[in-house]
């Protein structure tokens, strides 16, 4: 992956972050999607009162792609407004997992680095799925 796409994913997912609509947490994020045909889908987080019924932007992005007709995924950016870059959340890699693999993640903080992370270093042994009777 070249230094440009990593870079156009990220300002994707700072574009996104900015549209955050975290009034409890005030832990805004966005999330850049890149498909292998090209296409780039965002995500931010959207929080409800009743938390639960929230959701984080990396799971909003991905489904926006499968909504779009977009299941093959190559990269993804997640940009958050804090200091050090903030991996995403089990339950998010737990899905990009189920669509992706083998997928690299560029993280992005306020600053200026990002840190660049294939999701199986994140998530070392993903839930699969198990035949059922198979034994675990």
């Known amino acids: 992956m070249t230094l440009e796409v990593r870079q156009r994913l990220v300002a994707a997912a700072r574009e996104a972050m900015a549209r955050s609509h975290s009034p409890y947490s005030h832990f805004r994020v966005g999330a850049a999607l890149l498909g292998a045909d090209g296409r780039v889908f965002t995500g931010t987080n959207v929080e409800n009162a009743s938390y639960g019924l929230s959701i984080c932007a990396e799971r909003t992005a991905v489904f926006k792609a499968v909504s779009e007709g977009c299941r093959d995924f190559v990269a993804a950016a997640?940009?958050?407004?804090?200091?050090?870059?903030?991996?995403?959340?089990?339950?998010?890699?737990?899905?990009?997992?189920?669509?992706?693999?083998?997928?690299?993640?560029?993280?992005?903080?306020?600053?200026?680095?990002?840190?660049?992370?294939?999701?199986?270093e994140l998530l070392p042994r993903p839930f699969d799925n198990f035949t059922p009777g198979e034994a675990l």
């Open 78 to 120: 997640v940009a958050t407004d804090t200091d050090r870059p903030t991996p995403p959340c089990g339950a998010c890699r737990q899905v990009l997992q189920e669509f992706a693999p083998g997928l690299v993640i560029h993280l992005a903080g306020r600053g200026g680095d990002v840190e660049t992370f294939r999701l199986s």
